[in-house]
């Protein structure tokens, strides 16, 4: 499998790089956003670990660029813990975010969990289930509100998905992490409070009730 790393700093590039080397995996990196861009165009990777400050183009901007044809899943990395830019991050299209610094056996773990979600995904689907105003269509991969379709990301939408096919039903933040991304180790509860995040601002706040200390549940 080939990982495109958009890195600026080159001793994380190269870090990342050879231990993803160590892991099987073909490497290619690059040092800015428009040659990124153009390297991904270029290579079509399985998946994409990208650096949100970069020169040329922002992170937000290449995210979006690569996955303009394909939803290539994207590991996105940050050197600021703000909620504000991982929202905006996952609300572009990445699969996941990372703070540095961070350990590379987390980093791998993490490529590898979304990795396993991407082979995974073709799985039966259900039926479409219509909450209220809601309408979630596994098959289709397709959610409408009012009857307007709503754009969610690839892992938004399996988030939704997971949720709607046990409406009302209280899901912890383990157990979504273990069908959503794979991940059994108990870590990643701000990954889920972000998506969390972004699913209530594109359907609105009222469809996704908090059980404090427990985890979520979509109303039915």
Known sequence: MLIC?????????NAVAARLRNEGFEVQTA?????GVALCDRLRPDLVVLDLMLPGLDGLEVCRRVQRDRPVP???LTARAEEADVLVGLGVGADDYM???FSPRELVARVK????????RPA???EAVQLGRLRVDPEARRVTLDGEPVHLTPTEFDLL???????????????LLAEVWGWRDGSGHRTVDSHIRGLRRKLGAE???TVHGIGYALEP
């Open 5 to 13: 790393v958009i890195e600026d700093e080159a001793v994380i590039a």
């Open 31 to 35: 040092a800015d956003g428009p040659t």
């Open 74 to 76: 994207v590991l996105m």
């Open 99 to 101: 703070t540095k610094p």
């Open 113 to 120: 969990a979304l990795l396993r979600r991407v082979e995974r």
């Open 124 to 126: 039966p689907a259900g």
């Open 161 to 175: 998905r997971v949720l709607a096919a046990r409406p009302g039903a209280v899901l912890t933040r383990e157990q």
């Open 207 to 209: 469809h996704v009730r």
